[in-house]
T-cell receptor, first 117, second 113 residues
Framework: GAGVSQSPRYKVAKRGQDVALRCDPI?????LFWYQQALGQGPEFLTY????????KSGLPSDRFFAERPEGSVSTLKIQRTQQEDSAVYLC???????????????FGNGTRLTVT | KQEVTQIPAALSVPEGENLVLNCSFT??????LQWFRQDPGKGLTSLLL?????REQTSGRLNASLDKSSGRSTLYIAASQPGDSATYLC????????????FGSGTRLLVRP
């Protein structure tokens, strides 16, 4: 498909386990975002990549959260020593960037629902 | 700190009704504002993007307006249909070097047949 793909769709982890969430953006999309969405809330920004460069990680809630995009395409969000408060839907979005640095509308994946027990 | 508020949190209307969803933001230094639709268990779909230099955008039965001075945006849905039932979120990007969007909590819309 031509959309943003995220895997796994659902993840259940025991407290203290490490998890890795994958995002395949739309081919050619320079910009990639990770957002965290709690139940009944709007998404909260986590981090932003432009190609392989992580330009903004101000939204990562703790040093247990780590994101990478080594080749400027697929991105992985890793959460170490998961806690119950990490339970949420993790959304990935990608977009194009024009010559004057404006983003096109974001394309979101369907998210990974993480439940920490 | 930019905060985005959406009112009402939930709305139920009969099919065919015209309706308005509201979004307010605290920081008028907004670069653009987007409206998204989210279906249960799905990601977000971009509906309309309004740049700060624009006052409104239209797509089909949807019309979104932006008033920076009052810190408000509205999404107008004409002749609502059951298929419009979803959560509608607005999100603003500030006039800074960041690319992040700040989202409201959304309005959950139910259009009854």
């Amino acid at each position: 498909g031509a959309g943003v793909s995220q895997s796994p769709r659902y993840k259940v982890a025991k407290r203290g386990q490490d998890v890795a969430l994958r995002c395949d953006p739309i081919s050619g999309h320079v910009s990639l975002f990770w957002y965290q969405q709690a139940l009944g809330q709007g998404p909260e920004f986590l981090t932003y990549f432009q190609n392989e460069a992580q330009l903004d990680k101000s939204g990562l809630p703790s040093d247990r959260f780590f994101a990478e995009r080594p080749e400027g395409s697929v991105s992985t969000l890793k959460i170490q020593r998961t806690q119950q408060e990490d339970s949420a839907v993790y959304l990935c979005a990608s977009s194009l960037l024009n010559l004057v640095g404006q983003l096109s509308p974001l394309h979101f994946g369907n998210g990974t629902r993480l439940t920490v027990t | 700190k930019q905060e985005v508020t959406q009112i009402p949190a939930a709305l139920s209307v009969p099919e065919g009704e015209n309706l308005v969803l509201n979004c307010s933001f605290t920081d008028s230094a907004i670069y653009n504002l987007q409206w998204f639709r989210q279906d249960p268990g799905k990601g977000l779909t971009s509906l309309l993007l309004i740049q700060s230099s624009q006052r409104e955008q239209t797509s089909g039965r949807l019309n979104a307006s932006l008033d920076k001075s009052s810190g408000r945006s509205t999404l107008y849905i004409a002749a609502s249909q059951p298929g419009d039932s979803a959560t509608y979120l607005c999100a603003g990007k500030l006039m800074d070097s960041s690319y992040k969007l700040i989202f409201g909590s959304g309005t959950r819309l139910l259009v009854r047949p």
